[in-house]
């Protein structure tokens, strides 16, 4: 019999892919806020002369 993804050691594998998943997920959404907020900086010192 195949254990599915509710026990076992799946279940924690998915568990791990999972956090890693949000983390990444997470950083990226970071790093693209930052370029948006460092892009209108930018824009807005250009703005300014």
Known sequence: MVEGLHGGWQAAFAADLQREGAA??????????????????????????
Request: charged content about 35%; aromatic content about 8%.
């Open 24 to 49: 990444a997920f997470a950083k990226s959404w970071r790093d693209l806020m930052d370029r948006i907020a460092s892009k209108i900086e930018m824009l807005m010192k250009v703005r300014q002369t």
